[in-house]
């Protein structure tokens, strides 16, 4: 596939998106069709099975594609602090909050998420930051499935109001939590 072709499915993905997103702030999604989709993208179905096996696949795509693109933020700091990823955690889904709401309302944001498991054994590992002190796959895997799911519920929380409060409020009430937990004795 040349860079042309590419760049016409990267473009019909964005459009079929869209279009989901758009369907799903008065619909069902188990009520959405593919024509449906293809429609509101103003694609063939052909086209919308050349990007996607399903609409199901539409959302997983905009999971890995989210979390790619929050990686390479973080990758891009040298050495952060776990409350430094943590800000721009928050920061990165207050900026996508109409989405998230949207997923929230259609009980979806999770579903998004859950299939991100499979990566982030690797993203930790890769990230490689001084206060990773978790060696251990089991260990790894354990940490990885309590920070994805805590941290999935307190954006849902924190996100599916009408105004959330902003993006340091949040980061705040969590770092006072963590440090708080730390005093605990073991």
């Known amino acids: 596939?040349?860079?042309?072709?590419?760049?016409?499915?990267?473009e019909n993905k964005q459009r079929?998106?869209?279009?989901?997103?758009?369907?799903?702030k008065s619909k069902a999604f188990s009520k959405i069709t593919i024509s449906e989709i293809s429609k509101n993208a103003q694609i063939s179905k052909r086209t919308f099975y050349r990007a996607f096996h399903s609409k199901e696949e539409v959302l997983t795509?905009?999971?890995?594609?989210?979390?790619?693109?929050?990686?390479?933020?973080?990758?891009?700091?040298?050495?952060?602090?776990f409350f430094q990823v943590i800000n721009i955690l928050f920061n990165f889904w207050y900026r996508r909050r109409k989405i998230v709401r949207i997923l929230i309302d259609?009980?979806?944001?999770?579903l998004?998420?859950?299939?991100?498991?499979?990566?982030l054994m690797d993203t930790y590992l890769s990230l490689n930051f001084s206060w990773h002190n978790v060696t251990s796959d089991d260990q790894i895997n354990m940490l990885m499935q309590f920070m994805l799911g805590g941290i999935t519920k307190i954006i849902q929380n924190?996100?599916?109001?009408?105004?959330?409060?902003?993006?340091?409020?949040?980061?705040?009430r969590f770092?006072?939590?963590?440090?708080?937990?730390?005093?605990?004795p073991l």
Not at 158 to 172: A, F, M
């Open 1 to 10: 596939m040349d860079t042309n072709e590419r760049n016409v499915t990267n």
């Open 16 to 24: 079929i998106l869209k279009a989901l997103l758009e369907l799903l």
């Open 61 to 81: 795509n905009y999971g890995n594609e989210t979390f790619d693109q929050y990686i390479k933020i973080i990758q891009k700091i040298k050495n952060p602090t």
């Open 106 to 110: 259609q009980h979806l944001f999770s």
């Open 112 to 119: 998004v998420f859950e299939q991100l498991e499979g990566k």
């Open 158 to 172: 924190w996100l599916k109001v009408t105004n959330p409060v902003s993006p340091v409020v949040i980061t705040t």
């Open 175 to 184: 770092q006072k939590i963590i440090k708080d937990i730390q005093i605990l």
